[in-house]
């Protein structure tokens, strides 16, 4: 049974870090591209990181470009966002997705699997 497992939601004041956890079981990690995506209040889906198990390659969208840091430990199944630099705006429930297919990307209708999310929450 294919399974993603995200932890280390919370809140936070504007400026600080969170790290979020992606662990992911039931498939063969390295084939697939792990995403982060997330979703506020009232707004569509969006994506926010994407990274290649198997080669590292990584990819962000121009809002958390130079705040957030995306890597994966192919050992532990998982994947890692690291979130510096919180800003309000950044507040959403975040998933992580794998997709196997279509390559490193955001679209959301190529991912395959999803997690639940876990709640950010950044305080001014």
């Known amino acids: 049974e294919v399974q993603l497992v995200e932890s280390g939601g919370g809140l936070v004041q504007a400026g600080g870090s969170l790290r979020l956890s992606c662990a992911a079981s039931g498939f063969t990690f390295d084939d697939y591209v792990i995403g982060w995506f997330r979703q506020a209040p009232g707004k569509e889906r969006e994506g926010v990181s994407c990274i290649s198990s198997s080669d590292g390659s990584t990819y962000y969208a121009d809002s958390v470009k130079g705040r957030f840091t995306i890597s994966s430990d192919n050992a532990k199944n998982t994947v890692y966002l690291q979130m510096n630099s919180l800003k309000p705006e950044d507040t959403a429930v975040y998933y992580c997705?794998?997709?196997?297919?279509?390559?490193?990307?955001?679209?959301?209708?190529?991912?395959?699997?999803w997690g639940q999310g876990t709640q950010v929450t950044v305080s001014s």
């Open positions: 997705a794998a997709d196997e297919d279509y390559g490193l990307g955001l679209l959301i209708d190529n991912y395959d699997y």
